[in-house]
């Protein structure tokens, strides 16, 4: 089974910052676009961003300026720096490479 593991999460300021991680096998990490994606209680499952093998990202629009995504390939991990946080990017933030999931992390954003 593979296995994506995240890790970062917490609780935060709003305006705060974050950094989440996700590790990857090699043999996923090296083949793969890695995503991020969160779930907010009560809400579906959102795409957050991606980054391909390359090194292109692309973000959702409700994070563009704010977040940033990268990848360490020496490592086989993903990253999600998020800062300005708000109290609306409260949710469990998922790790994914297709078809495979993380467990997720919280993120919780309050004063």
């Known amino acids: 089974q593979v296995q994506l593991v995240e890790s970062g999460g917490g609780l935060v300021q709003p305006g705060g910052s974050l950094r989440l991680s996700c590790l990857a096998p090699g043999t996923i990490f090296s083949r793969n676009t890695m995503h991020w994606y969160r779930q907010a209680p009560g809400k579906q499952r959102e795409w957050v961003a991606q980054?391909?093998?390359?090194?292109?990202?692309h973000y959702a629009d409700f994070v563009k300026g704010r977040f940033t995504i990268s990848r360490d390939n020496a490592k086989n991990a993903v990253y999600l720096q998020m800062n300005s946080l708000k109290p609306e990017d409260t949710a469990v933030y998922y790790c994914?490479?297709?078809?495979?999931w993380g467990q997720g992390t919280q993120v919780t954003v309050s004063a």
């Open positions: 980054i391909n093998t390359g090194g292109t990202s």
């Open positions: 994914y490479a297709m078809p495979w």
